[in-house]
């Protein structure tokens, strides 16, 4: 979506246009969802927290005062939706060990193969810390600049790169160990 | 060497897969469908603290009379001495006039006393 046409659907959303603000989730829910599915490893809790994140944006939306790009909002928002449902899955499964494994299944329309790969994947970023896996999620999903990750995350550029070189090196190391097994 | 490059296309492929998932059909539907229960459970949050804090106000303003020392009972100021109209104003002149009389009988005797006295006074000069 272009700036002009995303800050001319903002202001008609203001204004109470509902066909503004659904053009607005249309183009960025993919994005939104992808984060939080690889984020949270559930596609029914990614969808959930997409959702959120839609909701929040809309709540907000008189306070969006257009000094950034919409999509990096909804990054940081879906970041910080992510990790506080990871938080609170912690609680939950740190109180009932009994709890269900979160499911990775991404689609029927995605073949067995692809969604292997992408449960791996999504099971190696799953045991990464979470500034590793934020700044790798943005990076190498989403193909977001070193400049657009600092303000996202807002962090240094300097401190994206040693954060980024730091966590390929240990998705390797967990994605060789996998292997082996 | 070739290892590393390997590693990094099986990398690129997951990648490559993950990127492709999308959210399940209706997503904007069930976004809507969402937006219209929080605005509704905003504003049965909004009454219900409205309706709670009149509730307290109702229950505590009571206590909060009872809790606070009564206020004095209003002082009781006494009517201003004197004529309050024509009538007691001529009784009170009356006895005021009662009570000149009874001194000007001591004050005769008294003048009578001091001109007695005087007299002899003057007398003796």
Request: with cysteine; aromatic share 6%; hydrophobic share 40%.
């Amino acid at each position: 979506m272009k700036v002009d046409n995303e800050r001319e659907l903002i202001e008609q959303a203001k204004e109470g246009s509902e066909g503004a603000f659904t053009a607005i989730v249309t183009a960025n829910k993919q994005r939104v969802f992808r984060i939080c599915l690889s984020l949270l490893r559930d596609a029914r809790e990614a969808d959930e927290a997409a959702q959120d994140v839609f909701v929040k944006l809309y709540e907000s939306l008189e306070r969006f005062r257009g000094e950034s790009r919409i999509s990096t909002w909804l990054y940081r928002v879906a970041l910080n939706e992510c990790a506080s449902r990871r938080r609170g899955r912690a609680k939950l499964t740190a109180s009932d060990d009994a709890g269900d494994p979160p499911d990775s299944k991404i689609g029927p329309d995605v073949a067995l193969e692809q969604r292997e790969a992408v449960d791996l994947l999504h099971r190696a970023l799953d045991q990464m810390d979470e500034p590793f896996r934020e700044v790798l999620v943005l990076r190498e999903l989403e193909e977001r600049t070193y400049e657009e990750i600092a303000v996202i995350l807002e962090i240094s550029i300097g401190t994206v790169e040693s954060r980024l070189f730091r966590a390929r090196q240990k998705l390797r190391e967990i994605l060789g160990k996998a292997e082996v097994r | 060497m070739n290892s590393e490059s390997e590693n990094d296309t099986d990398e690129e492929k997951m990648w490559s897969a993950a990127r492709g998932a999308a959210p399940p059909k209706e997503f904007e539907s069930r976004v809507w469908t969402r937006i219209r229960q929080t605005r509704s459970a905003s504003r049965w949050m909004t009454a219900v603290w409205a309706l709670a804090a009149a509730a307290i106000l109702l229950v505590a303003l009571p206590l909060f009379k009872h809790t606070v020392a009564p206020a004095p009972a209003p002082i009781s100021v006494p009517e201003p001495a004197g004529p309050a109209d024509n009538e007691s104003i001529e009784m009170t002149a009356a006895a005021i006039l009662f009570d000149w009389d009874t001194r000007e009988y001591e004050d005769v005797l008294n003048v009578l006393d001091d001109e007695s006295e005087s007299n002899f006074e003057g007398g003796s000069t």
